[in-house]
């Protein structure tokens, strides 16, 4: 905002051809589906050039729709992708159970392992293994943390591979089909098509 460039002007044309382009496009959610929370977590590590700090980016299903989703910078600098990805994790965890305890209080507890997917096995190691925890020791709190939820079962987290991980499209820049894969996979549909 302080030093807009002509790359800037160009990505702010980009996002506006491309709400023009789809009016109709939005989120369909589905009136019978369980009230099982599965989420996605990505980070880009190092993604601001600025500042090198990671970005993270979740989306968190209801069922089989999307009901929280959010792309934040992250507050300080990773000095691994393991690091950056397991940061994300923890973010992710906590919103995770703050909508279980939203559920809770509107009278539906949620007693099943909610679910993390993460495309990063380094990340995954780190969240199992309190072996890991030792060369952790930055980044202890959110090991703590997120360990805390797997081992009382309130939380699984699950390999996913880079292709098929939802949350990229909220942390990296996407050629045309895999953006459109994504967005189908999300849940946004054309609104004004046909059923």
Not at 43 to 63: E, H, M, Q, Y
Not at 74 to 85: H, K, L, M, Y
Not at 102 to 112: K, Y
Not at 126 to 137: G, L
């Amino acid at each position: 905002m302080h030093h807009p460039r002509s790359a800037h002007w160009e990505a702010a044309l980009r996002v506006v051809w491309y709400l023009k382009g789809h009016p109709g496009q939005g989120i369909i959610l589905s009136s019978n589906s369980s009230l099982h929370l599965d989420a996605w977590c990505d980070a880009d590590w190092a993604g601001c050039p600025l500042t090198r700090r990671s970005l993270t980016g979740w989306v968190i299903f209801l069922g089989g729709s999307p009901v929280s989703w959010k792309t934040k910078k992250q507050n300080v600098v990773s000095r691994s992708s393991a690091e950056a990805e397991y940061r994300s994790m923890a973010m992710t965890t906590c919103e995770l159970k703050w909508i279980k305890s939203i559920l809770s209080s509107f009278g539906f507890p949620h007693t099943q392992s909610m679910l993390l997917h993460c495309d990063s096995q380094s990340a995954l190691h780190i969240s199992q293994n309190p072996i890991f925890h030792e060369r952790t020791k930055h980044i202890e709190v959110d090991c703590h943390y997120v360990c805390d939820e797997i081992t009382t079962s309130n939380l699984r987290a699950l390999y996913v591979s880079t292709n098929e991980q939802l949350a990229d499209i909220f942390t990296k820049a996407l050629g045309t089909r895999q953006f459109e894969h994504l967005l189908r996979k999300l849940g946004i549909r054309d609104l004004h098509a046909p059923p």
